[in-house]
Structures are given as structure tokens and as C-alpha cells.
């Protein structure tokens, strides 16, 4: 099996510009299609704050991830968590098609419960949603989790469009 293109996704300024670089690297390798999605955090209260790093901000594990969020976010006024997907497809190289969506917005909690955690989902172990009476991510009921995580929702209309303009 051939190994995937390595693409420098720090170095590239958004989501879409890193799903549409590996979508066009894929596709480019293999010949045909390829498609790619990257997401992330964005922090309005953190300056400096690199969304494109949010898993790997620091190394280490989602404890360690948490407890140096929670730091960073110590004194911020400020603990807005917006999440943004984005996905893109490419044919021979070229972008065909490439959208982006936010989710709802979340806030970071000021404490770590150990029992709203869930091994890989760290962010959602700290984050509340105002919409839905401020509770943590892992107390809302399964529909209520669809409406936080609602960018793959549209992701997929839009991508559905597209699919359905190219028959």
C-alpha cells in the first residue's frame, strides 16, 4: 500500500485550505478522487491560539490536553469554543468541490469532572452549551448532541448539492 502524501497543516492558513491540500494530494497520487476534511477549535479568547493545532497544541494525552486548556483559559473572559469542519474533494489534483461549517457554540467549563470524559472526545469533557440550559456535552441526550455537532449536517447538504449537480 502506498503511503499518503505528508501535508504540512500548520502551515496552511484554514480548515478548507488544509482539506482542500490533501484532497488535491490525495487525488493527485492516486488518480480520480479523493476527499478530505480537517476541523478544529477556535478560541475568540485566547490570543495567539492556533485552531489547526487543537489536538496536538501540546504533547501528551487528552488529560494533559484538558489540564493545559483549562490553564490557558484560566483567566479569559472570554470561553468561547467554536468548533468548524471543513471538507473538500478533488479530481486529478484539482478542487471540484470544498465547504466549511461551525458548529454550536460551546463554553469552557472552569473545571475538569472526570466522569464527562470520554477517552478521544476530550474537548466535549469541557464544554457546555448555553443553548441547552449550560449543561456539559455528555449530559445532553443524543439529539441534543446532533444539534451541537450540527456542521456535519450542513457539510452534507452542501456536498449532497453538489453530488446531485454532477449526475
Known sequence: MQELPE?????????????RAKAA???KLHG???ISSDGGAEFPGLVGWNPLTTRRFIQGDDQDRIKALLGLLKD????????KEAIAVAHDGEIVFSAEASAMDGVIDERFDQDKY????????????????????????PEER??????WSRLAEEFSAFAASVK
Not at 7 to 19: H, L, Y
Not at 76 to 83: E, K, L
Not at 118 to 141: K, V
Open 7 to 19: 501535508v504540512d497543516e500548520p502551515e496552511i492558513g484554514t480548515f478548507i485550505d488544509v482539506a
Open 25 to 27: 494530494a490525495y487525488s
Open 32 to 34: 480520480g478522487y479523493a
Open 76 to 83: 479569559a473572559s472570554d470561553r468561547t469554543v467554536i468548533w
Open 118 to 141: 470520554q477517552e478521544g472526545i476530550w474537548l466535549c469533557s469541557i464544554t457546555s452549551f448555553p443553548e441547552l440550559g449550560g449543561r456539559n456535552y455528555f449530559d445532553l441526550s
Open 146 to 151: 446532533l444539534l451541537t455537532e450540527d456542521s
